[in-house]
């Protein structure tokens, strides 16, 4: 009932930088909170930040001051600026977003997710 269509993701050389973008559509009344997940191989997926509709921001301190997560609530979309990538930054990486729909029914969608690959 929501779709999160994911872009941004690519090739990299460590040290350099990617902007992922996510826009959510649907029948969508209210977004309480979106984010970026990642899923390396082999490993579990993991928050790497999440904003509310308050705009409140929580990062993985693996990313903290690297990463930055911004929204506009407008377009109900979410981004991720990452800088000084690492290729330890690579994995897939998920749109997450949660609220109501119309009718308030709750919502917890994902992207398809995106490929990140940073090379050393």
């Known amino acids: 009932q929501v779709q999160l269509v994911e872009s941004g993701g690519g090739l990299v050389q460590a040290g350099g930088s990617l902007r992922l973008s996510c826009a959510a559509s649907?029948?969508?009344?209210?977004?309480?909170?979106m984010g970026w997940y990642r899923q390396a191989p082999g490993k579990q997926r993991e928050l790497v930040a999440q904003?509310?509709?308050?705009?409140?921001?929580d990062y993985a301190d693996s990313v903290k001051g690297r990463f930055t997560i911004s929204r506009d609530n407008a377009k109900n979309a979410v981004y991720l600026q990452m800088n000084s990538l690492k290729p330890e930054d690579t994995a897939v990486y998920y749109c997450?977003?949660?609220?109501?729909?119309?009718?308030?029914?709750?919502?917890?969608?994902w992207g398809q997710g995106t490929q990140v690959t940073v090379s050393s």
């Open positions: 997450n977003a949660g609220g109501l729909l119309y009718g308030l029914t709750g919502f917890d969608s």
């Open positions: 904003v509310t509709s308050g705009s409140s921001t």
């Open positions: 649907g029948r969508i009344f209210r977004i309480t909170a």
